[in-house]
C-alpha cells in the first residue's frame, strides 16, 4: 500500500491510513462500537436487511462494509430511511483518536457520532443496564510514579484526573429517552463517565504481577468527580474531540486547504454515548452471555433512534448523495 503526505497519510485511492475509509463510504451520522461482533450485529436493524439469507455472524450483504487491515470495520446503510455508518474501532483512546480523526477527514458537513460500548459501574447501575453519560474525564497511570528517582509531586499521584468534557446535550437526553423507551426508565442511568487508559490498573483493578497502587483510586475517582458512574475506554477522547473540532470544510466546493473553504460553524462534530453495563464493580457481578445477546440489538435500536432524531440541519449542508454508497438505496426509497 502505498501512501502521500506524511501529516496526513492517505492512499491513492483517498483511504486513509488506518480506518481506511474515503470520500462516500461514512455517513454524516456514525454509531461506534468497540467489539466487530457488536456492528455486525447492530448492522441486522439497517434497511432492507433480509434476516433469513443472512448467517448470524455475516454482514447483510445490502449493506457496504469495508474491514482495514489495523482492526477497524466499517458499514454503511440506511436506518429509516437515513443514511448512517457503524464504525467498529477496537479499544482504547488511541484508537478513538484514528477513527475520529480520519472519518472527519472523509467525511463534508457536521456530524453526530454516538458511541455504544460497554463499561463497568460504580453506581447503583447493575449488569445489563444502560449508562448515558452527561460528560467523562480521563483517568491516566502517573508512569512517573514508578520511577526509580520520584519527585514528591510524582509520589502523591499515582494516577492523573483531568477535567470533564461534556457530551453534547440534546443527543445525550435524547439517548435516556430512547433507552427508556426500550429497555425501561428504571434500567437507565445518568452520571459521569470515566476513560481509563487501561482496563486493569487505571480501573482499580487488583493484580498481584504488578505495583500498581490503585487501591484507593475509587475513592479518588468519587472525591474528584462525586457523579462518577462508570468506567470504560474512549469516551472521554470523542467528547475531547468534539470539544476541540473545527469548522468542516466542504470539499464539495472543488476547492481544498485554507484559502477558498466554505466553513461551517466551529465544532463540526456532537457527540454523545450510552454503555452497557458488563461489570459492577462494587458487587464484582460480570454480564452473562444471554444478557448481552438481549441487550445489545435493543441498546443499538434506541442508539439508531437517537443517531437520526438529532438535526444536523438541511441535507445541503451534509455529505453529497451523489457517488456515495448509500445513494443506490436512497434511490430505490424514492429519497432522491
Ligand atoms: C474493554 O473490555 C473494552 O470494553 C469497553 C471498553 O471501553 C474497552 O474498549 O468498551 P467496548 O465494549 O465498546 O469495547
Ligand atoms: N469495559 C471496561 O472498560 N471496563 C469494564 O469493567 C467493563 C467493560
Redesign the pocket.
Known amino acids: 500500500m502505498s501512501m502521500s503526505n506524511a501529516n496526513f497519510p492517505m492512499d491513492a485511492e483517498g483511504r486513509t491510513y488506518h480506518v481506511g475509509v474515503k470520500r462516500g463510504e461514512l455517513a454524516n451520522r456514525i454509531l461506534t462500537?468497540?467489539?466487530p461482533a457488536?456492528a455486525i450485529i447492530l448492522s441486522r436493524s439497517l434497511d432492507g436487511v433480509n434476516l433469513e439469507n443472512t448467517a448470524s455472524k455475516a454482514i447483510p450483504s445490502n449493506l457496504f462494509s469495508f474491514a482495514s487491515h489495523r482492526g477497524f470495520l466499517t458499514i454503511t446503510g440506511l436506518y429509516k430511511g437515513v443514511p448512517v455508518s457503524i464504525v467498529a474501532i477496537g479499544?482504547?483512546v488511541s484508537m478513538m483518536d484514528f477513527f475520529v480523526r480520519e472519518c472527519r477527514a472523509v467525511v463534508d458537513g457536521p456530524m453526530i457520532i454516538i458511541r455504544l460500548?460497554?463499561?463497568g459501574s460504580l453506581s447503583d447501575a447493575t449488569v445489563g443496564d444502560i449508562c448515558v453519560p452527561s460528560g467523562s474525564y480521563l483517568v491516566q497511570r502517573n508512569v512517573n510514579h514508578f520511577a526509580d528517582d520520584v519527585s514528591a509531586v510524582d509520589v502523591a499521584m499515582p494516577y492523573h484526573l483531568s477535567k470533564v468534557f461534556t457530551a453534547d446535550e440534546e443527543i445525550a437526553k435524547t439517548l435516556v429517552k430512547n433507552m427508556s423507551l426500550q429497555l425501561g426508565s428504571d434500567h437507565v442511568w445518568s452520571g459521569i463517565n470515566a476513560t481509563a487508559d487501561s482496563?486493569y490498573s487505571s480501573q482499580g483493578r487488583q493484580d498481584e504481577n504488578f505495583v500498581d497502587d490503585n487501591q484507593e483510586l475509587f475513592t479518588e475517582l468519587v472525591r474528584h468527580e462525586p457523579r462518577t458512574m462508570t468506567l470504560?475506554?474512549?469516551t472521554f477522547v470523542l467528547f475531547h474531540l468534539a470539544k476541540t473540532s473545527t469548522g468542516a470544510p466542504l470539499i464539495r466546493s472543488g476547492s481544498s486547504g485554507a484559502n477558498g473553504e466554505e466553513t461551517l460553524r466551529k465544532n463540526s462534530i456532537r457527540a454523545g454515548a450510552c454503555m452497557m453495563v458488563?461489570a459492577q464493580r462494587k458487587s464484582n457481578a460480570f454480564i452473562a452471555k444471554e444478557d448481552v445477546i438481549r441487550v445489545e440489538p435493543i441498546a443499538g435500536k434506541a442508539a439508531f433512534d437517537s443517531l437520526i432524531e438529532v438535526s444536523l440541519g438541511g441535507v445541503d449542508a451534509l455529505h453529497p448523495n451523489g457517488g456515495s454508497v448509500w445513494e443506490r438505496a436512497l434511490s430505490a426509497i424514492g429519497a432522491i
Open positions: 462500537v468497540g467489539d457488536r479499544m482504547g460500548g460497554s463499561c482496563f470504560e475506554m474512549e458488563f
